[in-house]
C-alpha cells in the first residue's frame, strides 16, 4: 500500500501502454490497451488496423492514427467477404466440373 499522504499519480502512470498509442478521439487520454480479439475481425483485423481500447471512456480506435476505424472495418469486412465468396464460387464450380461423368 502506498503513502496516503501523497497526492494521486496521474491517470495511466503504472500502465505499461500508458502513452504507447495515439491518445483517444473521444477524451484525449493516452492509455489504451490492444484489442486481441473482435466481432468483425477476429484474432487478424485487430492487429491490421492496430485497433486499441480506451481505458478512460471505451471507446475503440486506431492506435496508431488516433482515428475511428469504421472506414477500415468496412474495408476489411468486405475485403474479407469476397474472399470468402470467391473460394466458395472457385470450389463450388470446381466441384462441379471435377465431379462431372458424363
Known amino acids: 500500500m502506498g503513502d496516503p499522504y501523497q497526492p ?12 504507447r498509442y495515439a491518445p483517444c478521439p473521444s477524451c484525449k487520454v493516452s492509455d489504451a490497451e490492444p484489442m ?7 484474432v487478424i483485423g485487430p492487429k ?3 485497433h486499441v481500447k480506451c481505458q478512460g471512456c471505451g471507446t475503440a480506435y486506431n492506435g496508431a492514427t ?15 467477404l469476397g ?10 464450380v470446381g466441384a ?7
Not at 486481441?36 to 477476429?42: E, I, K, V
Not at 488516433?66 to 474479407?80: C, R
Not at 462441379?96 to 458424363?102: K, M
Open 8 to 19: 494521486p499519480g496521474a491517470p495511466g502512470e503504472g500502465r505499461p501502454n500508458a502513452g
Open 36 to 42: 486481441s480479439f473482435t466481432w468483425w475481425g477476429g
Open 48 to 50: 491490421l488496423l492496430t
Open 66 to 80: 488516433g482515428h475511428l476505424n469504421t472506414v477500415g472495418i468496412v474495408v476489411y469486412s468486405l475485403v474479407a
Open 83 to 92: 474472399l470468402v465468396l470467391g473460394i466458395c464460387l472457385v470450389g463450388g
Open 96 to 102: 462441379f466440373f471435377f465431379s462431372y461423368r458424363g
